[in-house]
Structure formats: C-alpha cells, structure tokens
C-alpha cells in the first residue's frame, strides 16, 4: 500500500505543469505544491522589520515556520569579514523573533545569507539573502536650498526640508517651532512628509527685511531608531531691504567690493540740478560702512566720469576708463584717460590715455592681469560705434603702465556684454548695438542690434568672428555656467519707437562655437542688475531694469519684480520684488557672502537710496 501511494504521489508531481515563470518560492506554486505532497517543507518566508538597527538595538522576523521545534531554533548566518552583530534571537512565538545586536559593533553593512544555509536543511526560504546595516547617527535635516531661500519663497507657501536618511517621524504641528529675527508672523499651518522629506506649509507674513529663521523638530528618527531629540535647522532668510541714502545721488555710476570687504560707489551723473565742481558728471566717491549702515566720504576720482567702465584687477586695485567727463573745468568731454584705485594707500593715480575714446565700452581682466577693452560709443551725435579693440599692459605703477592696438571689430560695437571664458582661452563679445554715422547732422546715424559674436583669442591677441548667430540684442547679460558654457539673457533688440525687450534666452559654447535657444525670462529687460545668490550657488537673481510695454516700443516702464536662474533646474523663476523699480544704477556684488546691494539709478529722477539683498 505504501509503495503504491508513493509511486502515486511521484506520477502526480512529476505530471505538475511548471512554468519558466513561476517563482519557487511560492508557497501556491506547483513546485512547492510537489514538495509539499513529497512530504518536504513549503516555502519558508522571513519578513524582517527593518534593514537599519542601533548598536545594541533590536529588528524582528516573522515567519510561517515553526523554529521552537529545532533544537538550534531560529539561525541567521551573517556573511563577510569580522564578527557577527547579531548576539541573541529570543523566541517570543512560533511565529515572531527577537533578533538583538551587539553594542560594542557600532557600524557596518551585513548580509544574512538564507538561501545556502537553510538548502542544507532541504527547506526553501523566501527571501534567499537579506541586507542590513547598524546605523548610530542620527538623521542630519537641511534646507533644500542650502543655507538660505529667498523671502517671497516663503510668501509662496511652502519650505522643503530634507533629510540624509529615510525618517521616522509623526509630524505633528507641536512639533514644530520658529524662532529668530526672521519669525515675525509665519505661522506653519500644515506639515506633509515622505521618506526622506518635510514640506511645512505656511500662513502669514514673513518678515520683509529678512533674517536668521530656525526651524526646530522635535522627535524625528531614522528607521535605526536613532535620535537627537530635537533637531535645529537654520535658515537665511534673505530679501531686498532699504539701505542708507547715498551722499550724492547718480545714476551711471559703478560699484565694485575690495578685497578687504569695504564697498566703494564712484562716478557717474548727479541728480538734476546739482552740480559738483561745476558740472553733473561725478568724480565723487563713497564708502558703505557694513558696520555703522551709513555712506562716508571716499578719495574723489582723478577725472569726472559717466558712463564709464572699471574693473577690480588681480592685485585688488581698480582700473576705470574712458567715459564721458572731464579733469578741472565744467566741459564734458570725450575721454579716453585712465586711473587707478590702491585701497591700500587710499589714492586715485592717473594711468595712460587709450587711443580711442569711448563709453558704453566693457572691458575684462585678462589671466595675466592686462586689461582688454572693447567697443563702446562716441559720446556725441552723430553717435558712432567703436570698433577699434584695445589692450592696457597693468604694471604696478601707472605712470608705467602702457597701451596697445589688438585691432578692429568685424562689427563695431557699444553697449554689449563679454566674458572671459576659461575653459577656452578666450573672451567672447557677444551683441551690442552698432550705430554707423552718415552725415554731420546730430541724427545723421542708423542704429542697430546685433546677431554676431566675436571671440579674442588670449594667447594669440588674435580676433575672430564667431559662426553662431546670436539673436540681436544690446544691453543685455551674460553669466558662465559651471560646465564653461555661457548663459546670455535680456537686452532690448533696437531703439527708438521699435524698440521691444527680448525674452529669449540662449546659450554658447566656446569650445563648440554654437548656441542654441533656452528657457525664456519672465520679463525682457534692460538697463538692470545681476548678482550671485547668496545660496544655492547655482543661481543668479535680476532685478530692475526697463520694459518696453507697447506694440510700437514707444513707451516703457522700469521693473519690481524680480527673477532668479537656476543652473541645477535650468530655468527662469519668479523671486522677490525690489523696493524700487529703477534702471541705469549700479550694483555692488558681494564675493564674500553672495547677494548684493543696487545703489541710484533713476524713476524719472536720479535717485540717492539703496536697497540691500541679503539676511543681515
């Protein structure tokens, strides 16, 4: 009899239909089904409570299988280098484990290998490896944006807050609390989490002069179960801020910050109807004191200058040239004078003459300290463009410093942005506005915007005329992006009642000599500022500037708001809106701690006061 059951049960498991698909370690499965009538054990299965555990914690497996009845019970072989974390399984039912560890072995990942112990014991187990680690630090929470958001993120609704970790937390509204200069009235009136992500939702006003905010957690774990008790992010809250009135109000002028963290605001055109040393251009200067909050007095430049350039050399001078201005009586002139800046003996020296004068010219330090200058417009009509490219020689004294002729542009330029590109070995001149004289009478000119980019070659003083075309454009931006490539955006694409702001953004790459279409700006602008964020350090925020708003472009507005880019999600986004909505000012771009100040400009009229973009 038995022999006939035997051989009964052999015909039924071998007639057993067993797809390639199935799994074997299904308990339903026909394999397991044969094992079963073959009087072999079914699938085992583990279930494991978790794959992260303190020192000395504790993790539980549950099982279908009965270990109480072996006499070594439940065993878990730990593969790989070194002692076992495991120190004790505690059966607490037929059915549940109590798998403790071992303080002393505070780090490391592990590996149970089931499959090749249990096959010896004729028993199938599902899952055949399980993976685990002992974790003793506690999860580490962060603002996603780094150190700082800006405020109207805030005013959006929302702050993320992630984690290194997957986290165990009940996210409660109690256990949450603001504090600092920038709580003001922000009220967190709902929490969403995940995994490894805190969203707090928020209701009220935030603090418009910005601040230190700090976001306090209490109670949040890691699936180790580890722990700080109560977990403290903080936050730089930033957003534009009045600053102190300038002692003289201008427009045209520049700023720049030294190396020794003083920031200098010099030259430019008077308020209307204020005349110093006889005439509206400015050779006066001033310092922001970061400390008292105010503007004092600073060494009055050599010349009278308006629009002008300057640039911080590598030795920590400033070198400015050219311009429209004057030296003694109350005449503006055409310039082609230099001068430079020492912070260290506080003196404003004379340098040599270029050869062409020149404003709306840009000039770019060079990696050998030289100085190139490019373009720009003759200051009186007939108005003609500059083609003629220039290279000033920097020593340590002025008076010894000297000029060379590069050559002339394809296309002779005023008004048009470049960049020294790195990656290449070049200085790309990208746009403008090229303006050709026909005839002696003040209107006897033709204006244009620019399509053409031309690249100075650094090592052999060589210029070339890129075969990217650019979409025309003058008064716009550039900023490198971190891969060399360059990012250009805004400026208007003609003048007089055809003038419209262009929204399209683009991007070259000089190695590639190529550009191609990116995201558009929220709004077309020109006349503004730039600056780095003071976080992220992937982003660059635009603020002010003018928008031509009819068809025609005869009529324009300057502009509040603001707009930031991002290079990590590559695009243009709504930020914050300036206190004022002025254009042709100029800003102060602080190195140190990111963001910036905007100073004058004019809405109508040339304006005195300042506004800050940062947390302080």
Not at 578 to 601: F, K, P, Q, V
């Amino acid at each position: 009899m038995e022999k006939i059951r035997a051989i009964f049960l052999i015909f039924l498991f071998v007639s057993c239909k067993i797809g390639s698909g199935n799994n074997l370690f299904d308990p339903n499965s026909p394999t397991s089904l044969g094992l079963l009538l073959l009087g072999s054990e079914p699938v085992v299965t583990m279930e494991f409570s978790t794959n992260r555990v303190q020192p000395g914690g504790v993790m539980y497996v549950s099982t279908n299988h009965d270990f109480t009845t072996k006499v070594e019970g439940l065993k878990l072989p730990v593969s790989g280098v070194g002692d076992s974390p495991i120190s004790q399984i505690i059966p607490r039912s037929k059915f549940l484990y109590e798998i403790r560890m071992n303080p002393s072995i505070t780090s490391g990942k592990f590996s149970i290998n089931l499959k090749d112990y249990y096959l010896s014991e004729s028993l199938l187990v599902n899952p055949e490896k399980f993976e685990f680690e002992i974790d003793s630090q506690p999860p580490v929470l962060e603002l996603r944006t780094g150190n700082g958001i800006d405020i109207s993120e805030l005013e959006s609704g929302f702050l993320d807050i992630v984690s290194n970790e997957d986290i165990v937390w009940d996210g409660v509204l109690s256990q949450v609390s603001l504090s600092g200069t920038a709580k003001n009235s922000l009220v967190v009136s709902d929490i969403i989490t995940s995994d490894r992500n805190i969203r707090l939702l928020f209701a009220g006003n935030p603090n418009s002069n910005g601040g230190i905010l700090t976001i306090s957690f209490l109670n949040i774990k890691d699936k180790a179960s580890n722990s700080q008790g109560t977990v403290m992010v903080p936050v730089n809250v930033y957003a534009f801020r009045s600053g102190p009135n300038l002692n003289v109000a201008r427009r045209s002028c520049v700023g720049v910050e030294l190396d020794d963290g003083r920031r200098l605001v010099f030259g430019g055109k008077a308020k209307k109807d204020v005349l110093i040393n006889g005439n509206g251009t400015l050779s006066h200067a001033e310092f922001y004191d970061s400390a008292s909050k105010q503007f004092i007095p600073a060494p009055e430049m050599v010349y009278r200058r308006q629009e002008f350039e300057a640039v911080k050399l590598l030795d920590g001078r400033i070198f400015a040239a050219a311009g429209l201005g004057g030296k003694g009586g109350p005449s503006n002139d055409e310039l082609t004078s230099t001068e430079v800046y020492n912070p260290i003996t506080n003196t404003w020296t004379e340098g040599p003459h270029l050869l062409t004068p020149r404003l709306f010219h840009k000039m770019t330090v060079l990696p050998n300290g030289d100085v190139l200058v490019v373009g720009g417009m003759s200051p009186f009509k007939p108005i003609q463009s500059v083609g003629m490219v220039e290279l000033v020689h920097i020593t340590n004294d002025p008076a010894t410093m000297t000029v060379e002729t590069i050559g002339n542009l394809s296309d002779s330029r005023g008004k048009h942005a470049q960049i020294l590109s790195h990656i290449s070995g070049k200085v790309i001149i990208i746009g403008g506005e090229r303006s050709d004289a026909f005839g002696p009478m003040a209107n006897n000119f033709n204006a244009n915007a620019l399509d053409s980019i031309e690249i100075y070659d650094i090592n052999t003083k060589i210029l070339s005329k890129s075969n990217a075309k650019l979409y025309k454009r003058f008064n716009h931006f550039v900023h490198g992006l971190k891969n060399g490539e360059i990012l250009i955006f805004g400026g208007v694409n003609s003048r007089f009642d055809v003038a419209q702001p262009v929204l399209r953004a683009q991007i070259y790459n000089p190695m590639t000599d190529t550009i191609r279409d990116h995201k558009n700006l929220l709004f077309g602008r020109e006349w503004g500022s730039s600056f780095i964020f003071p976080y992220g350090k992937d982003q660059l925020i635009v603020a002010g500037g003018l928008e031509y708003r009819t068809v025609n472009g005869s009529t324009f507005d300057s502009i509040h708001d603001t707009e930031s880019w991002s290079e990590s999600i590559n695009r243009f986004y709504m930020t914050s809106r300036s206190l004022n909505a002025r254009w042709d000012g100029c800003e102060i771009r602080y190195s140190s701690s990111g963001g910036g100040m905007i100073l004058g400009g004019r809405i109508g009229d040339i304006l005195g006061n300042t506004e800050e973009y940062s947390f302080e």
